[in-house]
């Protein structure tokens, strides 16, 4: 199936420090959605894009939806305990089923107090 | 506003055993569904998707079966329980014609 190559896979940091992670892939997308779950928990959409180069903020979070359509980021400022969790990038694919989603494998975010 | 609920929240079941997880939407109408597993590595792996009352795709063969007897009611069913199917089972919903899809808090299954 298609993959979405998310990075890092793990990130350990300071509190204070900002954050950055990415996903790409080698096909294009419509869609690019970001999700955070805790442990025990379902993920929770945090930010969803829907257009090339689109820049959107929710809080501490920044997502961007690249503008070849193969990539995306996600930044936090200013990280905080509660930032603990993996984050996991999800695109609905070019051409693809409207009712599928590709989801990469996750980045775990440890943050030390 | 909607919500979407699972249960139960947890489940230990012996090798051979059969299981019945449902999931249930409220605040919304002809939601699309979904059943997702979580296994130790994280990754999540797509089982089922339904668009109406009655039907269901599955994406990956195996001894699990879906069915939609209601417009906001998603069950996942197995005749007989194999070790290879613990893991954390989430469903998800999302409005026809939209990408976006909310996920349930989720249900830990270990088969023992």
């Known amino acids: 199936g298609q993959q979405l190559n998310q990075s890092p896979q793990s990130m350990f940091i300071q509190e204070g420090e900002d954050v950055s992670m990415n996903c790409t892939s080698s096909s294009i997308f419509n869609t690019w959605l970001w999700y955070k779950q805790e442990p025990g928990e379902g993920p929770v959409l945090l930010i969803a894009?829907?257009?090339?180069?689109e820049l959107t903020s929710n809080g501490r979070l920044t997502a961007q939806f690249g503008i070849t359509r193969k990539d995306s980021f996600l930044n936090i400022s200013a990280s905080i305990p509660s930032d603990v969790g993996i984050y996991f990038c999800?695109?609905?694919?070019?051409?693809?089923?409207?009712?599928?989603?590709?989801f990469g494998k996750g980045t775990l975010l440890t943050v030390n107090p | 506003s909607q919500t979407i609920h699972q249960w139960p929240a947890t489940l230990v079941q012996p090798v051979g055993s059969p299981l019945s997880l449902e999931c249930t939407v409220e605040?919304?109408?002809?939601?699309?569904l979904y059943w997702y597993r979580q296994a130790a590595g994280r990754g999540l792996q797509l089982l089922f998707y339904?668009?109406?009352?009655?039907?269901i795709s599955s994406e990956v063969p195996q001894n699990l079966s879906a069915s939609r007897p209601q417009d906001r009611q998603f069950i996942l069913s197995s005749k007989k329980l194999l070790l290879s199917d613990s893991g954390f089972y989430l469903c998800?919903?999302?409005?026809?014609?939209?990408?976006?899809?909310?996920f349930g808090p989720g249900t830990r299954l270990t088969v023992l």
């Open positions: 894009l829907y257009k090339a180069g």
């Open positions: 998800a919903w999302g409005l026809a014609g939209r990408d976006t899809q909310y």
């Open positions: 605040g919304t109408s002809n939601p699309n």
């Open positions: 339904s668009v109406g009352i009655g039907q």
């Open positions: 999800a695109g609905q694919l070019w051409g693809g089923s409207n009712y599928k989603l590709t």
